[in-house]
């Protein structure tokens, strides 16, 4: 009974980080500008190997290789959500202005900008 | 006339090439010295002969000590190169380019630096130490060692940096690497053998493996301390411009 309950939970979490991959690297082939691209990949890092990694733990039942990975999910969850504000922070102050096709009447003046 | 010449010559040398390519054994075959002999005794005696239990240690420190001894000398050449043109730092004549810059640094990387830096040095001696006995060495150490130099000038600062990893502890540190492939290959003539033996017959025979393991971890700390204050210099280097 255990070992099923465990098998569901492994295979949920790894369906989801493979599902977040999925997304992420879709979004950042197909998304637009900088900003997009960045929201969509650094879900590869924190949900995506976050996910996995919780599987894995799962997976090893909370031993000391399994809590070396929940320390590893902490640090990537960490590490990439700190690299993705940084890189957006240097892209915004370097002027690179976002993507505004969708929402034209939010910033009327400024409208058709598209740098890529 | 001289281009002629110079064709000539790349010919020769194009000739030359193609010749050694055409007599090498052949990719893969069974036959090759390497799968004949080489790589058997490699894994069946690697261990016991090499020293550590990491057998691509063993292979690197032992088998081919003269090899990762020009290696090591490499980036040290490397570096001499680097300050050769670049020259050193000097905290009261420069600063950084990133200091320079009117975009003041990001609150919540700082703060995530300030949190993560202890831990990627420790990690970066973890990998150096146990680099006999799992995966890990003095190359890949010395590099975490460098990037987390490199990281910590980047969100604190060329001057702490400068300051706190002064000039006078980093010129030591940056030929450890060859000074201790030097110390370790003294070591052993004195006891009589070859040089970069680490198996000494003057140790009394119960201490020889534990000594051959002090020898070798020795050998992986000045390799990775001396790679990363190679790579950190390189850095500090590169990163200076004049203060105005």
């Known amino acids: ?116 | 006339m001289k281009k002629g010449l110079v064709v000539f010559a790349l010919f020769l040398l194009w000739i030359l090439l193609v010749y050694t390519v055409i007599v090498l054994p052949p990719m893969g075959s069974p036959e090759n010295p390497t799968n004949t002999h080489i790589i058997p005794r490699y894994l069946e005696k690697g261990v016991e002969e090499g020293g550590a239990h990491n057998l691509v240690t063993g292979i690197i420190l032992n088998y081919r000590g003269f090899d990762t001894m020009g290696e090591v000398t490499v980036i040290f050449v490397a570096l001499t190169c680097v300050l050769a043109v670049l020259g050193r730092e000097n905290i009261l004549r420069h600063t950084s380019k990133a200091e320079v810059s009117s975009v003041e640094k990001s609150v919540i990387v700082k703060c995530v630096v300030r949190f993560l830096a202890p831990f990627i040095i420790l990690f970066a001696f973890y990998i150096i130490l146990h680099g006999a006995e799992s995966p890990g060495g003095g190359f890949q150490g010395g590099a975490i060692l460098g990037a987390s130099v490199i990281i910590i000038t980047l969100t604190f600062g060329f001057a702490l940096v400068a300051k706190k990893l002064s000039l006078k502890y980093r010129v030591l540190f940056e030929s450890a690497g060859p000074l201790s492939f030097f110390i370790a290959g003294m070591v052993a003539i004195f006891c009589g053998q070859n040089f970069l033996t680490y198996l000494l017959p003057c140790v009394a025979h119960t201490y020889q493996d534990f000594v051959r393991h002090l020898l070798l971890i020795m050998v992986e700390i000045g390799i990775g301390v001396g790679g990363g204050a190679a790579i950190s210099s390189i850095f500090l280097a590169m990163e200076k411009v004049e203060k105005e």
Do not use: Q
């Not at chain 1, 465990?6 to 979004?27: D, E, H, K």
């Not at chain 1, 959500?81 to 096709?101: C, E, N």
């Open chain 1, 1 to 116: 009974m255990l070992d099923i309950i465990i098998n569901t939970l492994v295979i949920i979490f790894s369906c989801l980080g493979i599902f977040f991959f999925l997304v992420g690297t879709l979004g950042l082939v197909r998304l637009p500008d900088v900003y997009t691209r960045l929201h969509a990949s650094t879900k590869c890092d924190t949900l995506g190997a976050g996910s996995i990694l919780f599987a894995l733990a799962i997976y090893e039942r909370f031993s000391v290789n399994g809590l070396k990975m929940i320390v590893l999910a902490f640090l990537v969850m960490v590490m990439s959500s700190t690299t993705g504000h940084a890189i957006s922070r240097a892209a915004y102050k370097v002027g690179i202005t976002p993507w505004r096709k969708s929402v034209p009447t939010v910033f009327p003046e400024e409208e058709g900008e598209n740098v890529t």
